[in-house]
C-alpha cells in the first residue's frame, strides 16, 4: 500500500534509502540541508523535493530522519513535528543520544504522533542494496505500523523496547566493531611483521573463533593502507561519545571503548577523519 512519505536528510546513507521507497511505490517528498541534493534525487527517482523540512513533512503519514547528529536532528525534528497530524509517525534513523530519543518522543506523544528511534547499521553498501539492520525504541503500536515501510531498505528489523532502546542497542553495536576493528588492525600487523602471508594466515583463521564480518570484508583493503570503505572515522567517534555518555550515566565499564575512541583520535590526527573505521591499522604501522 502506497503511503504519503517524507524523508529528511539525503547524505550516503539516506539518498539510497529514500531511493528504495520510492522504489517500493510510495509518494516520497524529500529534504536536504543542499537543496541541489534533494533536487537530483527527486529527477533520479521521480519524486518532490521540499523548500524546508517542514514543507517535506507537511500531510505526511512517516517522516523520516537521517541527519548527523543530535543538533540536526533537533533542527529538522521540531519543525516537522509542528505541521504533523495526530496518527502520523516520525522515525528517526541517525545515530543519535538516548535521551533526544525520549525527548521527542515525548514532543511527539503530546501531539498524538508517533515516535521510534531507529538507528541503522549495515554501512553505504547496506543503504544502497537494501540491506540495512534496524534497532528500534518506541511503543510497539508505532513500530507495527512503520516496519512494512522500512522493510523497503531493512534486511531485519527489531523493537528493542521503549523510546531511547534502539540508541542504546546502537551504541552496544558500536562498541563492539571498536573491539573487533582494534583486533583484527593488531592481528593483521602483527601478521606482516612477522613476514606471514596475511592472506595465507586469513584463509586459515576466518574458519575458526576469530571469523568477524570486519576479518571477512576488510582484511585485504587493510594490508594495502587503503581506508575509503565505509562509515568514517569522524562519525565512529561521534557514536563511540555517546556510547561513553551513556554508560557514565549506567554505570557500564567500557574500557576498550574508551582505549579505541582514544586510537581513533589518533587517526584524525594523522589526516584520516574521514577515513573509514578499518583505518585503526594506520597508527599501528611503523613510520
Not at 251 to 267: E, H, I, K, T, W
Amino acid at each position: 500500500m502506497a503511503r504519503q512519505v517524507a524523508f529528511l536528510g539525503l547524505g550516503v546513507m539516506g539518498f539510497p534509502m529514500a531511493g528504495h521507497l520510492a522504489a517500493a511505490g510510495h509518494d516520497v517528498t524529500v529534504w536536504n540541508r543542499t537543496g541541489a541534493k534533494a533536487s537530483a534525487w527527486a529527477e533520479k527517482h521521480k519524486g518532490r523535493a521540499a523548500d524546508t523540512a517542514k514543507e517535506a513533512a507537511k500531510d505526511a503519514e512517516f517522516v523520516f530522519i537521517c541527519v548527523g547528529d543530535d543538533p540536526d536532528v533537533r533542527a529538522v525534528a521540531e519543525p516537522a513535528l509542528e505541521v504533523m497530524e495526530p496518527g502520523a509517525i516520525m522515525v528517526d534513523h541517525t545515530t543519535a543520544s538516548p535521551a533526544l530519543a525520549q525527548e521527542l518522543a515525548e514532543a511527539a506523544g503530546s501531539k498524538g504522533v508517533g515516535f521510534l528511534d531507529a538507528p541503522i547499521s549495515g554501512g553505504q553498501a547496506g543503504a544502497e542494496n537494501g540491506q540495512l539492520t534496524v534497532m528500534c525504541g518506541g511503543e510497539e503500536s508505532h513500530y507495527r505500523a512503520a516496519e512494512p515501510i522500512m522493510d523497503a531498505y531493512a534486511k531485519a528489523c527489531s523493537l528493542i523496547g521503549p523510546a531511547g532502546s534502539g540508541q542504546l542497542a546502537k551504541c552496544v553495536n558500536q562498541i563492539c566493531i571498536a573491539g573487533i576493528v582494534q583486533g583484527l588492525s593488531e592481528g593483521l600487523n602483527f601478521a606482516q611483521e612477522a613476514g606471514l602471508d596475511p592472506a595465507k594466515v586469513i584463509g586459515a583463521i576466518s574458519k575458526g573463533a576469530a571469523q568477524s564480518w570486519q576479518m571477512e570484508n576488510r582484511w585485504e583493503t587493510m594490508v594495502k593502507d587503503e581506508f575509503d570503505f565505509g562509515f568514517a572515522v569522524d562519525w565512529m567517534r561521534k557514536d563511540l561519545r555517546i556510547a561513553l555518555d551513556a554508560a557514565r550515566e549506567n554505570g557500564a565499564s567500557l574500557p576498550v571503548a574508551a582505549l579505541v575512541d582514544q586510537f581513533y583520535a589518533g587517526v584524525q590526527l594523522q589526516g584520516g577523519a574521514r577515513w573509514d573505521t578499518s583505518s585503526l591499522i594506520a597508527r599501528l604501522r611503523k613510520s
